[in-house]
């Protein structure tokens, strides 16, 4: 069910919550029944995440909104701090209107690539505005984000986030997937945040790294290198929720 259904059956569930005080004429099974859905409301709605970040099992984003992303970095984003993103979103809500957004002055050379199943999308400033989006629905990106930093002594970090799928107040479950590309003639890896585990698998070969992540709440990842003549590139510094953000 797309969110935007489901907050219309909410608003319906509070409508008769509401209007059973007031019907005075209607049977105790009546009243029972509207009070149940009122409960079981107020028991989906407590159990809508409300920011904080929780990996979840792969099966239980099946289905929801997938984020594939194409992060190249070349040896301009080690000074110029731009790499090149290449993303696509599948299974976007079926909602009027939606909207895809980047940090102000986080994206340049943002581009639609390709659109399928949405009635009308567009580059607006830093976002992407969607409307009329049909069940679907997909939609590819891309353009250059400013998510490379010097952090000094020859070491640097790819941030990216938040990644988010919200809805009002609700943070709800998505899969975001980055493939990283970088030249390991320059740099090589020397850290990660979140660390691996269940729900965040990260894979390193070469001059790649894969992620794959699903999750509830704002994810924000951060990938730190170092200069590949580098004796000792240390640990990562400083922590990753200390770091100006992208998208």
């Known amino acids: 069910m797309s969110l935007a259904k489901s907050a219309t059956k909410i608003g319906l569930l509070t409508g008769v ?26 028991t989906r709605t407590a159990a809508v995440n409300g920011g904080d970040l929780e990996f979840i099992s792969a099966e239980a984003a099946l289905g929801a909104h997938a984020h594939l992303n194409k992060i190249q970095i070349s040896a301009d984003s080690l000074t110029e701090g731009w790499v090149r993103l290449e993303q696509c979103h599948e299974n976007i809500d079926a909602v009027p209107a939606a909207q895809i957004m980047f940090r102000a002055g986080g994206v340049r050379d943002l581009e639609i690539a390709t659109a ?74 020397v850290g990660q945040s979140p660390e691996a585990q269940p729900g965040f698998a990260v894979s390193a070969q070469g001059d790649g790294v894969q992620v794959d992540a699903t999750f509830e709440g704002r994810l924000v990842t951060c990938f730190d290198f170092c200069d590949r003549d580098a004796g000792d590139c240390g640990v990562m510094i400083p922590e990753c929720a200390t770091a100006s953000a992208t998208q």
């Open 17 to 42: 919550a509401l209007a059973c005080c007031a019907a005075l004429a209607a049977t105790d099974d009546e009243l029972f029944d509207q009070m149940e859905a009122e409960l079981d409301l107020m």
């Open 116 to 189: 399928e199943n949405i009635g009308k999308a567009w580059v607006e400033d830093h976002t992407v505005q969607l409307e009329d989006i049909a069940a679907g629905a997909r939609l590819c990106i891309r353009g250059e984000s400013r998510a490379m930093y010097q952090i000094g002594d020859g070491h640097y970090r790819l941030r990216n986030g938040p990644y988010m799928r919200r809805f009002l107040d609700g943070y709800y479950p998505m899969r975001v997937a980055m493939s990283i590309d970088y030249p390991a003639n320059l740099i090589r890896l």
